[in-house]
Nanobody, 122 residues
Framework: QLRPVESGGGLVQAGGSLTLSCTASGYNLDHYTIQWFRQASGKEREAVACKGHVAESSVDVNSRFTMSRDNAVNMRYLHMRNLTPEDTAVYYC??????????????????WGQGTQVTVSS
């Protein structure tokens, strides 16, 4: 069973930056579509750093966050900058074989990590 594992969460001050990592032991992530999502307390899960269509409310976060990859070590990264307390959430790495690159829909991803907490202090 493919199990994404996120790491790198923690406490950061507003205005700071943080990079999260995702990997999946035993599976070559180059064969899958990877997308990062987040879920704040009491809110719906939303895509971040997604290249595809996102809701108007998500435009800002998608411009401040970017994804990158290192195939040599089978890692995917989420680079977050200019963090605000509103970015406080659990961040998830989602993986799917059939989703197209840039698919921002929660329902289209089958494999999910446990999530990593990011807390931004003011």
């Amino acid at each position: 069973q493919l199990r994404p594992v996120e790491s790198g969460g923690g406490l950061v001050q507003a205005g700071g930056s943080l990079t999260l990592s995702c990997t999946a032991s035993g599976y070559n992530l180059d064969h899958y579509t990877i997308q990062w999502f987040r879920q704040a307390s009491g809110k719906e899960r939303e895509a971040v750093a997604c290249k595809g269509h996102v809701a108007e409310s998500s435009v800002d976060v998608n411009s401040r966050f970017t994804m990158s990859r290192d195939n040599a070590v089978n890692m995917r990264y989420l680079h977050m900058r200019n963090l605000t307390p509103e970015d406080t959430a659990v961040y998830y790495c989602a993986v799917d074989f059939y989703a197209d690159d840039g698919n921002c829909n929660v329902a289209d991803y089958y494999y999910w990590g446990q999530g990593t907490q990011v807390t931004v202090s003011s």
